[in-house]
Each structure stands twice: as C-alpha cells, then as structure tokens.
C-alpha cells in the first residue's frame, strides 16, 4: 500500500478531509508498516 493509498484509506475510514493532520497520521502509518 503507498502512502497515497494509506491516506484515502484513512481519510475514508475516519470521514475526514484530506488535511495536513490526515497526511501526517498517514505517514506515521506508513512508517510502522515499513
């Protein structure tokens, strides 16, 4: 999964906007998938 993907998962499971908080919490996801 890219980060890109982790963050429209995210932001669909949340019902969040796409915002700079959303993109962070992505990336730290990212990261522990790593």
Do not use: F
């Given at each position: 999964?890219s980060?890109?993907?982790?963050v429209?998962?995210?932001?669909?499971?949340?019902?969040?906007e796409?915002s700079?908080?959303?993109?962070?919490?992505?990336?730290?996801?990212?990261?522990?998938?790593d």
């Open positions: 999964m980060l890109e993907e982790t429209d998962y995210l932001a669909e499971e949340l019902d969040l796409r700079e908080h959303v993109r962070e919490v992505g990336q730290s996801v990212a990261e522990l998938r």
